[in-house]
């Protein structure tokens, strides 16, 4: 039974998840110009060869804490950055089934390049963070690992506390902005391929999987709940494909691709694996509940014209009443905003936060 249960909700999260005018320069660092599109870098090697041979950018891993965990991260900086002065800071929240060295790190990565202090870090419970039980997807504690993230950027002296912000993808970019709506050290939120995580379980990835299908895998995850605790062993269901066969969503083709392919962005700490017993909190949470009343701090929001997720954001920028924007990259997917696309959102996100995290005025 529990090999049953654990295919149809495979099944079930296939179908859901399985997923410009710039800032005035100044002196100041984060509201350099942005250069000329940066090259593009499509594979996890060449992202590594591109940061090691990079003499403007400082990497550094660190590590912080989150409540009880020891949380792990990597700070990136300016090469020529005066540790005597503060500067803004941008937290950078990876996607569902990520790592902090995919996507996150190449967005913190080409922010540092325009003069901001960034950290990418894996969640709690994956990757090289502290936690058990292993590959949980909780998103109240996603979310508090945006929080203490933010705490970790208040005790470095470099960083200004009064400039910090959020930059999330995918997933994170709903837990980005899910905390942002109650964490006002962090002056502003962008997005890029933002999904609500729990709306994406509920509706499917496409926004139209019908209330009984919800339903059948709240039973199903019910029934596995009440296996494990009788003596059944913990079961894993997967983020997206393990292959392209039989596939037919675009974007979980190019999910595939990018996760398990090793020519791509596979990673060890990104097994494309999470724990059954992540579900019905999945389920149970909505990134967005707060966005109309309490998302005070500008928003910005970055999608590809052709990503089945684009209605996540268009639903984001719906209910938000503060400053927002809706930023659409003609073209993009999804998935291409990853990595392919990554620099047609840059300039977006380089003006956005000159714009929002000015220096204080204290």
Avoid at 85 to 96: D, L
Avoid at 242 to 265: F, I, Q
Wanted: aromatic share 8%.
């Amino acid at each position: 039974m529990i090999n049953k249960i654990s295919a149809f909700l495979a099944v079930i999260f296939a179908a859901s998840l399985s997923f410009t005018s710039i800032a005035e320069a100044n002196n100041e660092g984060g509201n350099r110009p942005p250069s000329a599109e940066p090259a593009i870098i499509v594979t996890l090697a060449d992202f590594t060869k591109t940061v090691n041979a990079d003499r403007t950018v400082r990497t550094k891993r660190v590590a912080f804490k989150n409540q009880t965990l020891k949380m792990a991260g990597v700070l990136f900086s300016p090469a020529e950055m005066d540790e005597s002065k503060k500067h803004p800071a941008v937290v950078v929240v990876h996607p569902g089934g990520g790592s902090k060295d995919q996507t996150a790190s190449l967005y913190a990565y080409r922010l540092a390049q325009q003069g901001y202090v960034t950290l990418a870090f894996d969640a709690s419970h994956q990757g090289e963070s502290e936690g058990q039980p292993r590959l949980l997807e909780d998103p109240t504690k996603r979310v508090e690992d945006v929080r203490s993230a933010v705490d970790y950027f208040t005790t470095l002296p470099f960083v200004d506390s009064e400039r910090i912000g959020a930059l999330g993808i995918c997933a994170g970019g709903g837990y980005a902005i899910s905390a942002t709506q109650t964490e006002y050290r962090s002056k502003a939120v962008a997005t890029v391929s933002a999904v609500d995580i729990g709306e994406g379980w509920r509706r499917g990835w496409r926004g139209n999987l019908p209330v009984s299908e919800q339903i059948k895998t709240l039973q199903a995850v019910a029934r596995q709940r009440t296996a494990e605790v009788n003596g059944a062993q913990p079961t894993m269901i997967s983020y997206v494909p393990d292959t392209v066969e039989g596939v037919t969503e675009p974007d979980m083709v190019e999910a595939s691709e990018y996760y398990r392919l090793a020519g791509r962005w596979r990673h060890p700490n990104s097994p494309n694996r999470l724990l059954n017993y992540s579900v019905d909190k999945i389920m149970a949470f909505s990134a967005f509940d707060r966005t109309e009343t309490l998302l005070t701090q500008p928003l910005l929001l970055i999608a590809g014209s052709n990503a089945g997720s684009r209605w996540q954001s268009e639903r984001a920028y719906k209910l938000a009443n503060g400053p927002k924007e809706l930023f659409i990259v003609d073209g993009g997917t999804h998935m291409s905003m990853y990595d392919r696309d990554a620099g047609k959102a840059m300039p977006k996100l380089t003006e956005f936060f000159g714009k929002n995290l000015k220096p204080s005025t204290r």
